[in-house]
């Protein structure tokens, strides 16, 4: 029996309700409004809890699920930017690419020219004499060993020439004029070399040469003279500030023709020597004086 349902009970013997009390007294109460008041209100409290509750538990959600993405792109990053993706070697700039400084562009100066050196009495300073020319006892060309005979030097050019090779010396401020003889077998050559301040002025003895005059072969150690009355094979040439010229025959008096080729042989041996030892006193002088700088 709930209460505030229902009827009345009647029973069937009399006028007697026994309910009446009960239902009297049910009948006068009246409902505790305060007490539905505050159940209300308490329902009330629970529903808004329970919206609270859920609203944080929402956001919650929202911020995990926010956290998980940034994670996730985090992680997407890592994973692009790891090591696997670091540049190449090749492609990171070397230290010294950074940190080195740069310099213009600086070539070094040209060597210096030997000839310089023998083409001008003011740079050719160096000690000359017959010996120093021509150093040695002996002169080995090829297959073919010369002996050094006598050596002379002097200032007065035009002594040591014949024919028109004193003028031409003269007038060209010859300063020196160096002999030596080598003589191999029955054959001699006397070597001539003559000074001048100038490459030109050597230049010039040898265009003048008139292929008639020659030097005075150079007798003695051992080498007769020879080359004074005879025919022999003579040559003039130059290189720098030297003129050199040679005189080749036999040492029994015999006449040269175009057939003794030990004759011309001996002359082209000592005109390679002379003209490379002029060369080499370039060489030297060159080096001397780029060590200086």
């Known amino acids: 029996m709930s209460f505030g349902q229902g009827g009345s009970q009647w029973s069937p013997g009399g006028s007697h309700d026994p309910w009446d009390n009960q239902r009297n ?10 007490s539905l008041a505050e159940q209300s209100e308490t329902r009330n409290r629970r529903r808004r809890l329970l ?6 538990l929402a956001t919650v959600g929202i911020g995990v699920a926010v956290a ?50 023998i083409s001008d009495s003011g740079k050719d300073k160096a000690p000359i004499s017959p010996d120093i020319l021509f150093p040695g006892s002996q002169l080995t060309q090829e297959d073919n060993v010369y002996l050094k005979g006598p050596t002379a030097s002097t200032t007065t050019c035009a002594s040591a020439v014949q024919g028109t090779l004193d003028k031409l010396l003269t007038s060209n401020d010859c300063t020196r004029f160096m002999r030596v003889t080598y003589h191999l077998d029955k054959v001699a050559v006397t070597v001539g070399v003559a000074l001048f301040d100038t490459e030109a002025k050597a230049t010039k003895v040898k265009a003048g040469w008139d292929k008639k005059s020659t030097i005075v072969s150079l007798s003695g150690d051992g080498v007769p003279t020879f080359c004074r009355t005879t025919i022999c094979r003579t040559t003039v040439n130059s290189y720098g500030r030297y003129a050199y010229l040679t005189v080749a025959g036999f040492t029994n008096g015999k006449d040269v023709t175009e057939k003794d080729s030990a004759v011309f042989a001996a002359g082209d041996d000592l005109a390679k020597s002379t003209f490379d030892q002029i060369r080499r006193r370039g060489q030297a002088q060159a080096a001397a004086a780029a060590n200086e700088q």
Do not use: C
């Open 25 to 34: 007294s049910t009948s006068n109460q009246t409902p505790d409004w305060a």
């Open 51 to 56: 919206v609270i509750v859920g609203g944080a």
């Open 68 to 117: 998980v993405a940034v994670v996730n792109a985090d992680s997407d990053n890592t994973t692009a930017n790891g090591p696997n993706a670091l540049p190449t070697t090749a492609d990171i700039p070397s230290a010294s690419a950074k940190t080195d400084p740069s310099f213009a562009p600086t070539s070094a100066p040209p060597p210096l020219d030997p000839k310089d050196f």
